[in-house]
Every structure is written in C-alpha cells, then in structure tokens.
C-alpha cells in the first residue's frame, strides 16, 4: 500500500476536531463528500481517501514521538502573532474537566496497583501511567479509586456522579481569544496549578511572551503560585485571593493587626506586639511551617490582663497570627483587585469560559477517545489548533458591505 502524506493526515484531524467530527471512520467519509473538505486537504476530486485504520497507527507512533501535534499548535500561533491577534500584555488561565475513556463502573483500589504490571494489563495507556510513577522522584499521589483501562485519569465529580477525567489548561490571550497554550493534566486542582508555571514559562521560551498581568480564578490564588508571579516573573496577579483569615464572628482578623515589616512583628489593636520569637536561640531558627507560614504570637502575660481578650484569643491564653512567606506578594495581589483594571481583568477572564463552552457543545468534545495522559495531549492540543484557526478565520476575513 502506498505511503501517506503526514500533511494530509494532519489536516484532516484539524479539520475532525474543527468541526466536530469525533469518528476517523465518519471523518474519512465526510472528507470524500465534502468539497470544502477536500480543498483544505489538498486533495483533487480524484484523489483517494486514507483509510481510517492510518490514523491510529501513526497517532501513537511517528505523530507522538516527533511531538507534530504541539509544533503544528506553534505554527498556529505564530501566525496569529504575525497577523496582530496577540497582543501579549494579559494572559489568561483557566481548566476545564473532560471525561476520559473509561468506564466509571469499573475500578480498582489504590492498594491494586502493583497488579497493574501484570503482562495482562499491558496496554498503552497502563505502560505510560507505571513509567510515570517510575521516574518520579518522590513518591507518588495515588487515586483511591483506578481505572485499569486508564488510570492516569482521575476519579473527580463536577456537580454530579464522580467519573475519571483529565483537565485541559488553557492560557490564552485576553486581546481576541487566542489559545497561546495548552497543557493536559490529571483532574485534581494541584496539577492544574502546576500547569500555570509550565506554560507561562513556556510562552516565554518560544514565543518570548511576558505579560504584564495574568488572570485567573481564586484557584490560581494560592500564596506559592502568587509568589512565584511577582517576585520571579514580574507578573501582576489579576486573581482573587484564597484568603482563610477573614472571621465571620466577633473574633478579630488577622487584618485588624498593623504588620510592621522593619521591626517583623505585628500590632494588635491595643499596641502589644506578636514576634515569631520571644528569646534569642544559639541556632538560628527560621520558624517556617511545612505549610509555608510564619507564627507570630504574643506574650501571656500581655493578654491576661487585656480588656480585648474575649475578642481576640478566648479559647488560648495567646493570640496567634500565621503569615506566609508570600504574604508581600499577597498584599499587592489585595491592591490590584481594588483597581479598575482589576474589574476590566474579571470580564476578559470570561473569554476563556467561552472557549471551553465551544470546546465541549460545538466541537462536540465532552469526551477523550484516547487513552493515557499522552492521548489526552495530542486531542487537547489538536482542539486547541481548530479553535486558534477558527477564531483567525473570523477575525482575518474582510467584512463585507453593501455593494461589494
């Protein structure tokens, strides 16, 4: 049988997930009837058809370990740069839950994982998920709950019956709507802010995109991840905060204490001061909690005697105040959301809301037909580089007016 060209293989898969058409089967069949379809595949009204059977086979063979899909993603969107649709100065980020290929009534406990490397599992999708754990230096977070069929899925439930999924991670372009990344990931909230670090940095490193501001949601509001944006990137945080300190009873906030950086310490409203530490230690002690925060407490003896107790600390004989190590950063992340760009920030996140809309009811992609975190990749960007496409279309085809 003759060879087919990777081209015309790759344009219609761009044409599958641009519009829609979730079978290789039916693609191949709306390719031979479709004139449209057979401009953008460069193929003449003589010209054969691949068979859908060449699709699989080089999905998982020359396509994925040559990385096409995601070059194929970058060439699109060097385009839209060429063209003037990214303007580069606010990114958004977002993640959203598709359900993977795997049945939610068939599972196995975390304790059964070992069974996995039995021969007679040795599917794909199991052989990438036991070499991810593998490499892993520290030791991995399992699922209670596995698929056999796929279990580098997660087992999350997004306002009804849970079922395994993967999140897509889109971090796009505030000015039209381009998608400017993508990055596939387990469904759990920690991977997907993860996912933030990897495709800002990549941005950077391939398009030599550094925006002023990125925008999310409180999920993105986590102090290590708004850390790492204003001191490491220089990135203003357009997210609200995750912010555990407010009270909602009489007891006073940790925001009704004076922080005085210079001296470390703060003041509670009747001017005592908590200090991280009260005595000098021959080792120097940093005071850092595993959760990334700094104690700060009173003395007793302060306390006892002050009329403010009962509101402050009744249940302790001290007033505690944890603060993290990213609190500075924090602090400029508060200043921003009083800001009117910050408003204009929370209407521009919407355009990735309305990305993952199109993504699921018009291009029909509420579910993964490939397995393993690899295929979730190749499908991911493979969706995203339709819907970059689409939305150059729209926004590059002259309008027409009376006349013409």
């Not at 999708?125 to 069929?149: C, G, H, M, N």
């Not at 006073?252 to 509670?268: G, M, P, T, V």
Request: proline share 4%; charged share 30%; hydrophobic share 40%.
């Amino acid at each position: 049988r003759p060879s087919i060209d990777p081209e015309l293989m790759m344009r219609m898969l761009i044409v599958g997930y641009g519009f829609g058409i979730r079978s290789e089967r039916r693609l191949c069949e709306e390719v031979h009837l479709n004139l449209a379809y057979r401009w953008f595949c460069r193929l003449g009204l003589e010209d054969a058809v691949p068979d859908h059977s060449t699709f699989s086979k080089n999905r998982h063979g020359r396509f994925r370990e040559s990385d096409a899909f995601r070059h194929v993603f970058e060439s699109v969107v060097e385009r839209c740069m060429k063209e003037g649709l990214v303007g580069g100065e606010g990114l958004a980020i977002d993640a959203s839950v598709i359900k993977a290929d795997a049945n939610r009534s068939r599972s196995m406990a975390r304790e059964e994982v070992k069974d996995l490397r039995d021969p007679r599992h040795a599917t794909r999708a199991v052989r990438e998920y036991l070499a991810a754990l593998d490499a892993q230096v520290e030791p991995a977070t399992v699922s209670a709950s596995i698929s056999p069929t796929d279990p580098a899925a997660r087992w999350t439930a997004v306002g009804g019956p849970a079922f395994y999924a993967y999140s897509t991670n889109y971090l796009i372009d505030v000015q039209v709507g381009i998608i400017v990344d993508v990055e596939a990931t387990p469904a759990w909230r920690t991977a997907e802010v993860n996912a933030t670090r990897t495709m800002i940095g990549r941005v950077e490193k391939q398009f030599d995109l550094k925006p002023e501001r990125v925008i999310g949601d409180m999920a993105y509001g986590a102090a290590d991840l708004l850390g790492w944006m204003v001191n490491e990137k220089a990135i203003e945080p357009h997210v609200p905060l995750w912010d555990k300190t407010q009270r909602n009873d009489e007891t006073l906030s940790s925001s009704d204490f004076q922080w005085d950086a210079q001296a470390d310490e703060y003041r509670c409203p009747q001017g005592q001061v908590l200090r991280r530490q009260w005595r000098a230690f021959k080792k120097l002690r940093t005071h850092v909690t595993k959760a990334d925060t700094i104690l700060y407490h009173s003395r007793q003896a302060d306390c006892a005697t002050c009329p403010m107790k009962a509101r402050c600390c009744p249940n302790t004989p001290t007033r505690k105040i944890a603060r993290s190590i990213h609190e500075s950063a924090r602090e400029i992340a508060r200043e921003i959301a009083k800001t009117s760009g910050y408003k204009q920030s929370r209407k521009d996140r919407k355009k990735v809301e309305m990305l993952f809309a199109h993504l699921k009811r018009i291009l029909r992609m509420d579910r993964l037909r490939l397995r393993g975190l690899s295929g979730a990749s190749d499908e991911f960007l493979l969706a995203a580089t339709a819907q970059n496409l689409r939305r150059m279309a729209k926004w590059l085809t002259p309008i027409a007016t009376k006349g013409d």
